[in-house]
């Protein structure tokens, strides 16, 4: 069973900072199956990424993802308030998985 | 623009089975996989299981024996029935519609319901 690890659990940066965040899985998956959300609190979450790199529609560019095998990023080039959230990346093999997700949160 | 809308009760008695019903709009549920995802609070998200229009089912492992889904597509409804519940399952249950073209991903939710167990 593939596990989906999350790091770090908490990202404390400023507005204008870049934002690095990581999903690791336990044995390589495809990049075509993962998929990074966005959910800020009392909202469901909104799709960001797919297939690793592709932006979902309406999603500022300052979001990009990258990564294979077992390592995907998901990199915020420069912080805007609204992008203080929790972050879950989600992969598909036999079935949809979450991670634990990242609190990104003001310093 | 699909929209969708959970309901039912908010409170349910351990040992009792929860049904929620999610309501779809704005496209039909005839395509793709309709499933139902959880929250509890504070914590992350958990898959629990989707339906797909032909009636195939996918079960979180982990919850399987206790999941029962099913679909009505005159009414463009699906439903979510969790059975012997526990304090464990107190959580926001989301519906979600899932999408594989080209990816796997939850692209339309509804704003989530919060399902209390309790006596």
């Known amino acids: 069973e593939i596990v989906l690890t999350q790091s770090p659990g908490t990202l404390s940066l400023s507005p204008g900072e870049r934002a690095t965040l990581s999903c690791r899985a336990s044995?390589?998956?495809?990049?075509?199956?993962l998929v990074w959300y966005q959910q800020k609190p009392g909202q469901a979450p909104r799709l960001l990424i797919y297939g690793a790199s592709n932006r979902a529609t309406g999603i500022p560019d300052r979001f990009s993802g990258s990564g294979s095998g077992t390592d995907f990023t998901l990199t915020i080039s420069r912080l805007e308030p609204e992008d203080f959230a929790v972050y879950y990346c989600?992969?598909?093999?036999?079935?949809?998985?979450f991670g634990q997700g990242t609190k990104l949160v003001i310093k | 623009q699909v929209q969708l809308q959970e309901s039912g009760p908010g409170l349910v008695r351990p040992s009792e089975t929860l049904s929620l019903t999610c309501s779809v709009s704005?496209?039909?549920?005839?395509?793709?996989?309709w499933s139902w995802i959880r929250q509890p609070p504070g914590k992350g998200l958990e898959w629990i299981a989707y339906?797909?229009?032909?009636?195939?089912?996918n079960y979180n492992p982990s919850l399987r024996n206790r999941v029962t889904l099913s679909l009505d597509t005159p009414k463009n409804q699906f439903s979510l029935k969790l059975s012997s519940v526990t304090a464990a399952d107190t959580a926001v249950y989301y519906c979600?519609?899932?999408?594989?073209?080209?990816?796997?991903?939850?692209?339309?939710w509804g704003q989530g319901m919060l399902v209390s167990v309790s006596s």
């Open positions: 979600a519609r899932g999408s594989s073209d080209f990816s796997w991903f939850f692209d339309y």
């Open positions: 989600q992969q598909y093999t036999s079935s949809p998985l």
């Open positions: 339906i797909s229009e032909s009636g195939d089912t």
């Open positions: 044995q390589s998956v495809s990049s075509t199956y």
């Open positions: 704005g496209g039909s549920i005839s395509a793709d996989y």
